[in-house]
C-alpha cells in the first residue's frame, strides 16, 4: 500500500534569503523523497513547522494525513529545533510515526529518542537513499532560484579530527569512480568531507575539466575545502582544481602557529596553478584548544599571505545548544560554549571573530587598514577613492577608527 510521507526540515535559524544556500539545502530529505516517490508513495517537504492548512495548500489533494513523518536534525546544538518540529508535527498528526534522522540523531541517538520523543531514531546514511537522484522540484524557487547541483563523489573520511564528527557517522570511507552521468547544472556544490581523499580524484577532475571545456560546467565548489596534506603528495591536483573550475579553494590550518611552513606550501600550490592569495581561504577552528594570542598569530600570517580566513567557532560535538548571538555585547559560558581550558573569554572570541571579518573585508576590498566609516558609506565615495591608497600610518592621521591589520589586538 502506498504511504504518505512527510518529510520535514525544522525551523532552524536560517535566514529565509539563506534557506536555499548551498549550505543549507535539505540534500538528505530530497534524496529520499526521489526514493520514496520510486516506491510509489506520496511525499510532501515541509520547511518549518506549518499548519495543516499550509501543508494541504503545497499539493492537489484535498486530504493528506502522512502515515509516517521524517524529520531532519542538523548540527547537535540546533537539537531543540528539532524536538519543536517532533511535538508540532505530533499535535497536528497524532496517528503517524516520527522518525528522526541525520547528524544530530546519529551522533546521539539516545538523547535523540529521549529529548525529541520521537518514535525511531534513524542512525547513519539511509543506503536506499543514498543512490537516489534528489528531488530538487520540491525546493520552492524562492526567494532565490535553485540554478546549482550537489553532488557527493564519497562518504566519509580517511582521518579523525578530534573536534570533527564525520568519523562517528560514516566509520568507512566510500568512494565511486564517476560523477559525469549525474551532472544536469551548471554549478556544483561537492558536498564530500574530503574530496581529495577520493582514491578516483583523477579521473573525477579529468571528467570536469572536459566538461568545463565543453562549458557545460560553469564552476565547482568543495564544501569542506581541500586536504592540504593529500594536496602536497599529489601537487599536479592543484593545477587540475584550478582547470576544473573549483573557485575560492580553502585549507584547513587546523593547529599551532608552528605548522605555518606547512600552510604556507599547500597555499603555494594553489597560487602556482592560477589562484590569487585573495581568493584563497584558510579555515580555522576557534574557541578551541589553541589559545587567542596563537590564533591571532595565525591571523597575521594570513595578513602577511593575502589569503582570507575562514573562522568556525568551536562548539563539542555532545553540545545541545548554542545561544551565542553576534549582536550582544556581552554573553555568558551558560548561553553558549566557551573554551575556558584555553584562556577562551566571551571578549576575546568577540574580538577574534571581528579582527577576522576586518582583516577580510582588507582583502577584498585593497586597502591596508580597516575603516568603519568606509565599510558604512559615511565617507564619500572620492575620499574612500583616495584614502583606499594609503597605508595604514598614513590612514590613521585622516580616520581616526583606522584599523591595523598587521598587529594583534587583543580588544
Ligand atoms: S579532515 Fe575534515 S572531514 Fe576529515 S575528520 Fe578532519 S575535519 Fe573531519
Redo the contacts with the bound molecule.
Sequence with gaps: MALKILLVEPEFPIPPKSKNHRNFLPIGLLKLASYYRELGDSVKLIRGNKTEKEIRRSGNERWWIPDKIMITSLFTYWAGYVRDSVAHYRKLYPDARIIVGGVYASLMPDHCKKYTKCDEVFVGVHKGAEKSFPAYDLIENNPHPLDYQIVRTSRG?????E?????KIESRFKANANIKTEIIHRKLVFYD??LLANPHIQKILSELIELKSKKQILWCEAQ?GF?GKILKEKPYLAEMIKKAGFHYPRI?W?WGYEQHHEIKEQLDLLIDAGYRSKDLFVFMLYNWDIPFGEMERKRLKCWEWQVQIADCRYRPLDKIYDGYDSKKRKQTGREYHIQKESGWTDKLIRTFRSNVRKQNICLRQNTKYYSADMERKRISKDMTNEYKKLSYEEAKGYLKDAWNPAVIHYT
Excluded at 573520511?157 to 579530527?161: D, E, K, T
Excluded at 573536534?163 to 568519523?167: D, I, M, P, Q
Design positions: 573520511c580517511i582521518r579523525n579530527c573536534f570533527c564528527g564525520v568519523k568531507d574530503n569542506s586536504d584547513a587546523d
